[in-house]
């Protein structure tokens, strides 16, 4: 009976959607920290952030001019003193005066305009205007940026120049986010070798940890790679094991397919809480995700993704990306897409979402994508010119030239 159960399991098709969204649902954000604010770029902000005060904080003169009161502007108005940036201003404007003034000024008490330099007759001490501003010309009121009360960034929001320079604007020299995750990223296979070292018969360079580490890192974590260069369960146990203290999220890729040696999947499942299943997708079908307790009371996501390059990169950004913004607390959880047009027809198979290899070019102001070339899940230079990766919808078993197919883009266009 639950050897049957087991088989069924194995080889039923788990939609690409509802394993998605088991991923999703299954990883929690990592506990909130605190940060200087130049540390805290790249992070997601993880509390609504409320200004205490309004931005700006007083009403400034938005040019270098003078302070003047529009109901008495007419004819020659006495200069009665001057307010620089930053200075606390000790003259007022009474009627019928004016008051020289610099950008970012305090605009003095009495004045409701600015009136700029180049528009004004100055005449040693006192002023004429070419003519009568409108009130509040050249003012910049209090608060006009932000309101005292207002929420100026919403909690998972990911904090950008802009963003970090607001909360400076509001006078915060520390922001609560959601700290960057450590990602260890593990390649396994008995004909793995290092680049750098001298090619041995039947073996190839391990280039997943490599491809898998650039992601991790370009979507905010920081990375450990580590290469077993062996399918021995033990030695893959081991690694693994040493390794879990420093994960927030593990990566392994190759031994999760039905060979022999697919011994990942084994040792991940002895581990913890990680399951096999096939995904309906391609490339990358064999899957393995779960949890592992990594420190006492402390579990992490695993992902036993597969060996084939582009099946391991095109994984990554499926499942991978996701879980990792999870982890950071980001409400945005894939690349970007658009819509593309098809220049040449695309194949697929009916009962999983095909990923394709496109470039991507603008024609009468539309996009168009045409695949890379040869398909194949071990074909990186494919990958290598793609600017995107076309999804071939469930049900589908081709795509035919002029059709609209979306487009997740891997790199800006
Ligand atoms: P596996 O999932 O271990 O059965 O591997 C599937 C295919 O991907 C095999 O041809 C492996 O040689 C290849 N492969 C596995 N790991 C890597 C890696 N780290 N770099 C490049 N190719 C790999
Ligand atoms: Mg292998």
């Known amino acids: 009976m639950v050897t049957h159960e087991h088989r069924h399991d194995d080889t039923q098709l788990v939609p690409l959607s509802e ?7 299954a990883v929690r954000p990592l506990s909130p920290i605190d940060l200087a604010l130049l540390d ?4 997601a902000v993880a509390v609504d952030v409320v200004a205490h005060e309004d931005v700006p904080p007083f009403d ?6 003078y302070a003047v009161t529009t109901e008495q502007a007419d004819g020659w108005l006495p200069v009665r003193g001057e307010v620089a940036a930053g200075a606390d201003p000790m003259v007022s404007v009474e009627p019928g005066t004016a008051v020289r003034v610099m950008t970012g000024a305090v605009v003095p008490a009495g004045a409701n305009a600015i009136v700029p330099v180049e528009l004004v007759e100055e005449d040693s001490d006192q002023i004429r205007l070419q003519q009568l501003p409108q009130p509040g010309a050249h003012v910049r009121r209090a608060g006009e940026s932000v309101r005292a009360g207002d929420t100026v960034l919403v909690a998972g929001t990911v904090l950008d120049a802009a963003s970090i320079g607001m909360l400076a604007a509001l006078g915060y020299s520390y922001v609560t986010v959601y700290p960057q995750p450590r990602v260890v990223v593990v390649s396994t296979g008995d004909e793995l070798l290092e680049p750098g070292v001298q090619r041995m018969p039947g073996a190839i360079y391990d280039a997943n940890s490599y491809v898998l580490t650039v992601l991790a890192r370009q979507t ?16 893959l146990r081991d690694t693994i094991e040493e390794l879990l203290p420093h994960a927030d999220l593990m990566v392994t890729t190759g031994g999760v397919s039905a060979g022999r040696y697919d011994l990942v999947k084994v040792v991940l499942a002895e581990l913890g809480d990680v399951r096999f299943q096939k995904v309906g997708m391609r490339p990358g079908m064999p899957q393995a995700f779960g949890f592992i307790e990594a420190d006492p009371g402390r579990v992490i996501p695993c992902f036993g993704l597969p060996g084939n390059p582009v099946s391991a990169y095109v994984s990554f950004e499926v499942f991978v990306r996701p879980a990792i913004r999870r982890l950071q607390g980001r409400r945005d959880l894939s690349r970007p897409r658009i819509s593309a047009g ?10 999983k979402v095909e990923f394709v290899r ?4 603008r024609r009468d102001g539309d996009w168009q994508a045409r695949p890379t070339g040869d398909q194949g899940s071990g074909i ?17 078993d081709s795509m035919d030239i002029g059709e609209r197919v979306v487009v997740h883009l891997l790199r800006s266009v």
């Not at 394993?19 to 649902?25: I, R, S």
């Not at 990186?380 to 589908?396: F, H, M, N, Q, Y």
Request: with cysteine.
């Open 19 to 25: 394993h998605l969204q088991t991923v999703v649902d």
């Open 40 to 43: 805290a770029a790249g992070c």
């Open 60 to 65: 400034n003169s938005a040019m270098d001019g």
């Open 220 to 235: 905010g974590a920081v990375t450990v790679r580590r290469m077993v260069a062996s399918d021995d369960r033990q030695l």
């Open 342 to 351: 098809l220049e040449a027809p695309l194949q697929s198979v009916a009962d």
């Open 358 to 361: 496109v470039t991507l070019r």
């Open 380 to 396: 990186l230079r494919s990958l290598v010119e793609a600017d995107g990766l076309a999804e071939v919808p469930i049900g589908r």
